[in-house]
T-cell receptor, first 114, second 112 residues
């Protein structure tokens, strides 16, 4: 597609439920990043994909968080048993290739855990 | 450990004047720096970048300066326009890690 697309744009969920966030990166871009921004905070790195593998998942805050990527395209970030501290805007970024180039961001998914 | 710091959470500037946004970093391994602009309810959009082999990069009204010895970079916007009002994030990356590290952002308000 023309840009990075994320869905849903907004998600309200009850504490303890699982959520799936989706990212459609720019076609042909091999690298993909997930970040999140909690209220009043900067962008926090979660995970980086090169192709379908994740060489760096050091930013995932707990084992409740997981992500996968298939077909060197769509990525899904899953949060199990959501907690209120998971509330944030989750952003997906798709550089043309990893590092040293601008990363194009999607509009984000605003997750609210109530 | 905050490796990229933007110490000014907000900045107000009169239209037509210069806006200077500052960013400090601690990791001397960073070799590429970027500035992003973010409007509410939108993802960050790339603005301008600079490699560590340069000390200045200019693109229209936007100029980024890099002072490696001070581990400091700044974004200059001249002249500032009301449409520039947004949150500005600086980011740094060490190509060996492929991880962009972002600052906490500076909210710029350009007053008409």
């Amino acid at each position: 597609g023309a840009g990075v697309s994320q869905s849903p744009s907004n998600k309200v969920t009850e504490k303890g439920k699982d959520v799936e966030l989706r990212c459609d990166p720019i076609s042909g871009h091999t690298a993909l990043y997930w970040y999140r921004q909690r209220l009043g905070q900067g962008l926090e790195f979660l995970i980086y994909f090169q192709g379908n593998s994740a060489p760096d998942k050091s930013g995932l805050p707990s084992d409740r968080f997981s992500a996968e990527r298939t077909g060197e395209s769509v990525s899904t970030l899953t949060i199990q048993r959501t907690q209120q501290e998971d509330s944030a805007v989750y952003l997906c970024a798709s550089p043309q290739w990893a590092a040293n180039t601008e990363a194009f961001f999607g509009q984000g998914t605003r997750l609210t855990v109530v | 450990d905050q490796q990229v710091k933007q110490n000014s959470p907000s900045l107000s500037v009169q239209e037509g004047r210069i806006s200077i946004l500052n960013c400090d970093y601690t990791n001397s391994m960073f070799d590429y720096f970027l500035w992003y602009k973010k409007y509410p309810a939108e993802g960050p959009t790339f603005l301008i970048s600079i490699s560590s082999i340069k000390d200045k990069n200019e693109d229209g009204r936007f100029t980024v300066f890099l002072n490696k010895s001070a581990k400091h970079l700044s974004l200059h916007i001249v002249p500032s326009q009301p449409g520039d009002s947004a949150v500005y994030f600086c980011a740094a990356i060490h190509s060996g890690t492929y991880k962009y590290i972002f600052g906490t952002g500076t909210r710029l308000k350009v007053l008409a």
